[in-house]
């Protein structure tokens, strides 16, 4: 069985994020980009099935800017086999993303695609969801567990008051949640050996995907600035201002 | 050997990754406790991070220098303790059998010093002979067919965890420096024991030991290089490839100490207003990041030299003073501008502070540098 691990290249989540002056979005000039710590979570998966031989192939995707390349080289040096860049420098929105998907799907038949339940950036959460209605495959999100039985995957996932078991027929989609696992770190020699594995190179054009924007964004700001906190002499005080000043009871 | 932009950058922000997310979080646990967790030593080994300076041959990543440095300048962010774990490895205890081995020492050692399995040890100061390590007294006589070890080996990083220790002792108790050999001693030979650990001010876990010798039997092929009487020389020669390492130690924790410094300063409110806005503040900073730079670039220029083959003693001796009292002076403005809370130990500084006190004693004072930089100049002055 081949696994299909989509990456995404963002800002990294040790940067503090900056709103551009003119408050159309993030400024990402100069900043340090990494792999979507989701997609680690999702790539380390996979090469764990791959490497109980429950899996033969891990084959990262990547869609975005050239720069993206670095993001799949580090699938690579991770373990993935092979790699594969759509290239495409305007912004694209899940829906694009999960044409695209289900595109590279149709043509690499993966039993299980793992994917990141959303990424860091836009938080959108929506990418693994759309490619299963696209596929009509079943999906199990937020991931905190991934077996496979035969051709059964059981999925437990992390839902508000518990935790959920499914079982989906393969193929199927799967997205994960952080506690899933702890991605590896990839080791200076496997760095060095993922230079030589293959990295394809597409254009959205291959797939015959149109990637014109549906949405528009407005506006983007800073959270607001969070105000120094008070100490409060008694309960009655607590109670007082939480009803007057706060008023949230 | 990287030589590869892209590979080295992926490797370094490995490295960068590990340290913010594995070490700096350890760090207070290691200064209380003393012992760095074995699964942390274990990802080290994963790494590679043992084995950077033996060449690929042996089974390490065989960096440049320069790589090397680069590596340090990321590690040393995080608390100077877990670099010495690997240290040893990388610097002064397995570079003697890198520079002068012969080829069965370094196929038989090599390996397992690159993949951490063995840990080493350079044991090179006596009780008697620190800054003067020509004047050791250790003894190596030639029995039958073996050499036979006497004598103390003082403030050994690493000992009681070392599975070998490169040793300098004297085969001829005429011949000054010339009569100093060096050999790899086996840790579990007869005839040695290690001491307990030393209480030292800073970089809890990162201990030393004395090593005592009596009758310890050593092999001739353990003799580093086949031949007696040059040991001394491989001691220097360890050491001007282990000063610039030294050095960039000093760079990578000068940087976190700035990082902290800043972080503080930015967050840190007096008369209204936080304190970075002062300008007396300000100028502790501006200095502190100037001499970082300029002692980062002066331990890249020196690396680079090295690795095209220049051996100047000179170079190695300037970094490695340069960059360890600059350290003491950026650690020092560190905890000035901390205040009361850089005296404390909740904060970084004040355990940072300490902890970068050795680098202007071991590998030579900064008086023994002062005296090597200017026998250099002497050497090469044409009057
Ligand atoms: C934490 C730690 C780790 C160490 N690790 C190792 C190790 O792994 N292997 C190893 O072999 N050694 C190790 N050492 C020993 C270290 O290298 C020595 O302590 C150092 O070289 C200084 O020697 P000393 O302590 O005998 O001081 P001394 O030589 O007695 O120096 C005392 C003072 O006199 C000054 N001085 C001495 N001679 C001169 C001179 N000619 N001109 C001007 N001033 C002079 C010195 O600069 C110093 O200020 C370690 C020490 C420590 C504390």
Redesign the pocket.
């Given at each position: 069985m081949k696994i299909l691990v989509p990456v995404k290249r963002v800002i990294d989540y040790n940067v503090k994020a900056r709103v551009k002056a003119d408050n159309t979005g993030i400024d990402l000039a100069n900043v340090k980009m990494s792999m979507n710590p989701f997609d680690e979570i999702a790539v380390e998966e996979a090469l764990q099935k791959k490497e109980s031989g429950e899996a033969e192939e891990v084959i990262a995707v990547s869609i975005g800017p050239s720069q993206c390349q670095e993001t799949l080289r580090t699938a690579l040096a991770m373990g993935a086999d092979r790699a594969i860049l759509i290239e495409e420098d305007s912004d694209v929105e899940p829906l694009v993303v999960a044409k695209l998907l289900k595109a590279v799907v149709d043509e690499e038949q993966p039993g299980l695609v793992i994917l990141g339940k959303q990424a860091i950036d836009d938080d959108s959460n929506q990418t693994g969801q759309m490619l299963a209605a696209l596929l009509g495959w079943p999906q199990g999100t937020f991931a905190s567990e991934v077996k496979l039985a035969g051709d059964k995957v059981e999925v437990t996932r992390e839902v508000d008051g518990g935790l959920e078991t499914v079982a989906l027929n393969l193929p199927a989609i799967v997205t994960t949640d952080l506690r899933l696992n702890e991605p590896r770190y990839a080791t200076l020699p496997n760095i060095m050996k993922a230079k030589k594995k293959p990295l394809d190179t597409k254009t959205v054009g291959d797939y015959g995907v149109d990637v014109t924007p549906r949405l528009t964004t407005l506006y983007v700001a800073e959270p607001a600035k969070r105000e120094a906190g008070i100490i409060v002499e008694s309960v009655e005080e607590l109670v007082q201002k939480l009803k007057d000043e706060a008023g949230v009871i | 050997m990287i030589r590869d932009q892209e590979v080295l950058n992926q490797f370094l922000d490995t490295v960068s990754r590990f340290v913010r997310d594995k070490l700096i979080p350890l760090e207070e646990e290691v200064a209380e406790t003393g012992v760095v967790p074995a699964e942390i030593l274990a990802q080290m080994r994963e790494l590679g991070l043992y084995g950077m300076t033996v060449s690929e041959e042996y089974g390490g990543l065989g960096l440049t220098l320069e790589e090397e440095v680069l590596v340090l300048f990321e590690l040393c962010k995080a608390a100077p303790v877990f670099r010495s774990k690997v240290g040893?490895n990388n610097g002064?205890g397995s570079q003697g059998i890198v520079i002068d081995g012969t080829e069965e020492q370094k196929q038989k050692y090599l390996p397992k010093v690159a993949s951490g399995e063995y840990v080493t040890?350079?044991?090179?100061?006596e009780p008697d002979?620190?800054?003067?390590?020509g004047g050791l007294r250790t003894t190596a006589r030639l029995e039958g067919n073996q050499y036979i070890l006497n004598g103390t080996?003082?403030?050994?990083?690493?000992a009681a965890d070392a599975s070998i220790f490169t040793v300098m002792a004297r085969t001829d108790p005429e011949g000054g420096t010339r009569g100093i050999s060096s050999f790899i001693v086996e840790a579990n030979s007869p005839g040695v024991t290690v001491s307990n650990p030393y209480k030292?001010m800073g970089?809890n876990g990162?201990n030393?030991y004395d090593i005592i010798f009596e009758d310890c039997p050593v092999p001739p092929e353990n003799l580093i290089g086949g031949v007696e009487g040059k040991g001394f020389g491989t001691a220097m020669k360890t050491l001007d490839r282990g000063r610039i390492h030294v050095a960039a130690v000093c760079i990578g924790v000068a940087q976190r100490l700035v990082e902290e410094s800043l972080r503080y300063a930015m967050e840190r409110k007096q008369f209204g207003q936080e304190i970075a806005n002062f300008q007396l503040v300000q100028a502790m900073l501006a200095d502190s990041q100037t001499e970082t730079y300029a002692a980062r670039c002066m331990i890249l220029d020196a690396a680079r030299n090295y690795d095209d083959g220049i051996r100047d003693r000179g170079q190695a001796a300037q970094c490695k003073m340069y960059a360890s009292e600059m350290v003491g002076r950026v650690a020092d403005r560190a905890v000035q501008i901390h205040g009361g809370a850089g005296y404390v130990s909740e904060y970084a500084v004040e355990r940072l502070y300490r902890d970068v006190r050795?680098f202007r004693?071991?590998?030579?004072?900064?008086?023994?540098q002062q005296?090597v930089i200017a026998k250099e100049m002497m050497r090469n002055f044409e009057g």
């Open positions: - | 040893t002064i040890s350079f044991a090179l100061t002979a620190g800054s003067d390590a080996k003082r403030y050994i990083t690493n030292k970089q990162a030393i050795i004693i071991y590998e030579g004072t900064t008086q023994i005296t």
